[in-house]
DNA sequence: CGAATAGTGTCTTTTAGACACTATAAG
DNA sequence: CTTATAGTGTCTAAAAGACACTATTCG
């Protein structure tokens, strides 16, 4: 908290009009990535009033006056989807001026992750494991939310949904654009921070579950004598991640070893 | 440009109202780096006016409604320091809800990197060579503007300037959480980007005016012989970068071969 | 000559890539 | 017995680190 260190300070910031100038809008808007039957997945929310009525978009809203941008981020994810506790990485802020007809509006884009598991979890109904729904919350501009699977085509990126395919041009405002630069940012980040973990369903994992985490973000095959080196190396040399002593069958009719991060 | 795609939507863009909520300030902050005798160091503006009032602030203003937050960063580095034609580059974007006690603004930080033979060809004068001092343009908020050298202490950062030394209380609002982002950044891009390029003084440059440049940003040494070969491999072979049949002697009695980049 | 950078050759270590092979348990 | 993952050993190639050595030119 700032103190004023004078009495002609403090009477200067008491004074101080805010409303002389017009300002820009900013708005905070997350990237919720998931890995379903393994392809990337990104969630896009309907919209449903103008502009770009109809479009998708991903979850986002205005930075109130009482939160912090990242505090907005992490809100509207949990507003707009119903998931907590999911934490939301900043990676780029999207400023031209034209990119919402309405009105000068700055975009504070983040990426989250969300583990396949809690998609089914809380959803809590059949129709929603079957089409990869989840429970948006209703609102003036969502009516749908969907997790749509992310297809690289020779004619750009394409989304396919349970029920729809849409092209790039069906993402609203400029979110194409800030897909794919979360994209990039993704799979150049993969391999050396924790982003990998995120996806797990489980705290207890196999080194198979991670691989195949890796392999989707990058969209091409890890060879797996070097992964595993390249993970004991990394983690278990370091104590980052213990074996946890349980054996998994999920993946394989032969028990695999699991393990577990320490210290998030 | 968006167009509408009924009239019904036309007219709700008509009437849209943009004032309807309060909204926060955005600035665009640029954090310009500049190497002087193999030393980092960093443009720091002594605040005139209130908050903060003879703290020190980096270059930056409040974004404008018909300009991006990218051609704001542009111009305030330009009107404040007189240089022109330096690339900025966006790194992270902080939005605290009390980082500056007027009201709630939320900043865009960019970096940029200022070759030093820039720094007394515009300044015209030998005291501003003498004391890294620029000719910083005269407004409300600019009294004074001074390249500091960053100096990594037990205490933390020091900033070491022509008359004056500062410790990290006497950056303005929360500029030395900017400034430590931006370094962290810079030494993890450095090998892989072409920041260092922009450091350097010339087109024409020798391999190892690159490398004081990379030793300096990384703060420790490089093997001469690995510098070399990395640079042979990453840049030579590649066509990225040529040599240019010229000869240097700036650095040594023995002429160097000089090397010329290609296309940006 | 000493000082300072220019430039090359080479040995070693580390890391990454590739591939062969055996193991386990369900169907 | 087939299949799919589990897990190890090893050969090779590429990259990084370390160090020795010679070259050039000024003062």
Known sequence: MYTP????EA???KHYDPGKFEKPSVTADVVLFTILRSAMHVLLIRRGGFPYKGCWAFPGGF???EESVDEAAARELSEETGLSGIPVHQF???GAVDRDPRMRVISVAYMAFLPAA???AFAGNQEAQDRDLISAVAGDDAADAQFFEIRETVEGLAFIGPRNVLKEEDLAFDHIEILKRALTMLK???DYT???FSFLNDQDFTIYELQKVVETVKGRPENLTNFRRIFANKYLKTGLVVETGEKSTRDS???AATYRRLRS
């Open 92 to 94: 780029g802020t999207f």
């Open 253 to 255: 009719r032969k028990p």
């Open 194 to 196: 924790d982003d990998a």
């Open 118 to 120: 809690r998609l089914s």
């Open 5 to 8: 260190k004078t009495v002609e």
């Open 188 to 190: 150049n980040r993969i």
């Open 63 to 65: 930075v109130g006056m």
């Open 11 to 13: 009477e200067f910031l």
